[in-house]
């Protein structure tokens, strides 16, 4: 009897969630960029993320550029990365041993598919006019990013050139941008119910909070991605917003000192004693 129960458990041993963790995470992501592309470019749910942004974000003072979605490519590419890396890219040959199995990757691919689902979640609630659901769907990204930040130790500790850049690397581009689009999903939704929908003064006080805030994030962690990440965010919002001197202005410096802050704190002056 016990022999039958073990063999009718290994017929279903294929479905334990470690082993096919991996797989559910590709897939996952596969399907989020599918979605993502649809819904930027066809009106499936009455709007699109393209026509949010050319015409549904007029007249407000943070309006970036649509190129700002580019950086979605980067992350989607990152995040294939951090697969890849589970499965040999972090050995060098031969490779004879795998990251995935292990209960720390296992952890952060259960929240990568938790960041999808609430990007693809995301992606409808804002393309369907829905800005305060859709904000509350960029929150829910940041969380599970910065749960992966904390578990991944990123910028905390020493660890070798391929995990960095295949695994650190992807996750701080994809927290530094989920960042950007929450700050501009949160700002639409106040945009919507005009409050201060035109109000530069409002404008150029959110690009500061946000500044302020990259550049404590920048301090504690000295983060290259995340920061690349941010100022691409803010270019684009000074791009965008030529006809506006003030956020313009501040915008590109706040890039600017965002750049130099990152710059002098991987290359400090030397101390005198």
């Not at 749910?45 to 942004?53: E, V, W």
């Not at 015409?55 to 980067?74: D, K, N, Q, R």
């Not at 041993?97 to 938790?114: A, D, G, K, S």
């Not at 106040?190 to 690009?207: E, Q």
Request: with cysteine; glycine share 8%.
């Amino acid at each position: 009897m016990d022999s039958n129960k073990a063999s009718s458990l290994g017929q279903f041993s294929f479905l334990r969630v470690p082993k096919a963790l991996p797989g559910l995470t590709v897939l996952m992501i596969l399907l989020s960029l599918v979605f993502n592309l649809v819904i930027t470019f066809s009106d499936l749910l009455g709007s699109s993320i393209l026509k949010q942004f050319l015409t549904g974000l007029e007249g407000m003072v943070i309006a970036p550029s649509f190129y700002v979605l580019a950086l979605w490519g980067g992350v989607y590419l990152g995040l294939f990365a951090v697969i890849a890396y589970q499965f040999g890219l972090g050995y060098a040959f031969p490779r004879n041993h795998e990251y995935w199995h292990q209960p720390l990757f296992q952890r952060v691919n259960r929240l990568i598919m938790t960041a999808m689902l609430c990007q693809v979640l995301w992606a409808a609630l804002f393309a369907a006019h829905q800005v305060g659901l859709a904000t509350l769907a960029t929150v829910g990204v940041l969380v599970a990013l910065i749960k992966i930040y904390r578990a991944l130790d990123i910028g905390q500790s020493r660890v070798s050139r391929r995990r960095r850049w295949f695994c650190h690397a992807p996750i701080s581009l994809y927290l530094g941008w989920a960042t950007v689009l929450t700050v501009i999903t949160a700002a639409t939704g106040l945009h919507s119910t005009g409050w201060l929908a035109n109000g530069v003064v409002w404008g150029v006080l959110v690009i500061l909070a946000l500044a302020l805030c990259s550049a404590k994030f920048i301090h504690s962690y000295v983060d290259f991605p995340f920061t690349l990440a941010i100022v691409w965010g803010l270019m684009m919002v000074a791009a965008q917003q030529q006809q506006v001197e003030a956020v313009n202005l501040v915008s590109a410096y706040a890039s600017g000192i965002l750049v130099f802050w990152l710059a002098y704190l991987k290359n400090p002056p030397p101390q005198r004693f």
